[in-house]
């Protein structure tokens, strides 16, 4: 718990506003304690300073810009991310002011500036997982742990060991989020919440199997 509180503290510290939550649909639900982002904060979380986190450090935020089509409230992005993300024919059209990333699941649009200039989900070289529906997304682009692989690591040894391994690769120094996340920041939270998730989805389908097996034996 003090890692965890040591964590909000420097994410506040950082972005001057508190630590947030997010749900998978920013829309309906925007404080959701059980899906837990630990977006600034890795290298706390890791004990390491934050420099040592493999995000690049982010330009402070000017004012709330909202995406126009869903109306999301969107986060910078490095134009490092965007340009090494963007197939061709995007790429093309790229204008030079400040690009943010739209979160909403229910909105095509992954990265839009003020003036009008957008890009969505087809004009990027990845697919953006907050844009897909919960079961194989990938969630790391550096080392490829998805939802499936996760799922499938679970279901075989009883836990998934993505989180330790990505530390692992963090430490090393292998991390390369900012040319491969779509949103241009270390991937590590989304993992964590993702072995949350399937770990979530497991658990309520072995209660639901249990659940079908007692209403036959009381049928019996
Ligand atoms: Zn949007």
């Given at each position: 718990m003090?890692?965890?509180?040591?964590?909000?503290a420097?994410?506040?510290?950082?972005?001057?506003?508190?630590f947030?939550?997010?749900s998978?649909?920013?829309?309906?639900?925007?404080?959701q304690?059980?899906?837990?982002?630990l977006?600034?904060?890795p290298?706390a979380?890791?004990g390491?300073s934050?420099?040592?986190?493999?995000?690049?450090?982010?330009?402070?935020e000017s004012?709330?810009a909202?995406c126009p089509?869903?109306?999301?409230?969107?986060k910078?992005?490095?134009?490092?991310?965007?340009?090494?993300?963007l197939?061709?024919?995007?790429?093309?059209?790229l204008?030079?002011?400040?690009?943010?990333?739209?979160?909403?699941?229910d909105?095509?649009v992954v990265?839009?500036?003020?003036?009008?200039s957008?890009?969505?989900t087809?004009?990027?070289?990845?697919?953006v997982?907050?844009?897909?529906?919960f079961?194989t997304r990938?969630?790391?682009?550096?080392?490829?742990e998805?939802?499936a692989?996760?799922?499938?690591e679970i279901?075989a040894?009883?836990?998934?060991?993505?989180?330790?391994r990505?530390?692992g690769?963090?430490?090393?120094?292998?991390?390369?989020c900012?040319v491969?996340?779509p949103?241009?920041?270390?991937c590590?939270?989304?993992?964590?919440?993702?072995?949350n998730?399937?770990?979530s989805?497991?658990a309520?389908?072995?209660?639901?199997?249990?659940g079908?097996?007692?209403?036959?034996?009381?049928?019996h």
């Open positions: 003090n890692a965890e509180r040591a964590a909000r420097q994410c506040r510290r950082r972005h001057q506003r508190q947030f939550y997010k998978a649909s920013p829309r309906r639900c925007r404080v304690r059980t899906d837990l982002t977006e600034c904060a290298g979380i890791l390491l934050m420099s040592s986190c493999c995000c690049p450090e982010k330009p402070a004012s709330a909202r089509q869903s109306g999301s409230i969107g910078a992005v490095d134009r490092q991310t965007i340009k090494a993300l197939i061709e024919l995007a790429l093309r059209r204008a030079a002011g400040e690009y943010r990333f739209c979160p909403d699941a909105c095509d990265y839009f500036d003020g003036n009008g957008l890009f969505a087809q004009d990027l070289r990845v697919p997982w907050q844009k897909l529906a079961g990938p969630v790391c682009y550096c080392f490829g998805s939802e692989s996760i799922r499938a279901e040894s009883g836990q998934s060991d993505a989180v330790e990505i530390r690769h963090i430490a090393a120094g292998r991390c390369a900012e491969r996340n949103r241009g920041a270390c590590l939270g989304d993992v964590t919440a993702a072995v998730r399937v770990e989805a497991l309520n389908r072995t209660a639901t199997r249990a079908a097996n007692l209403g036959t034996a009381d049928v």
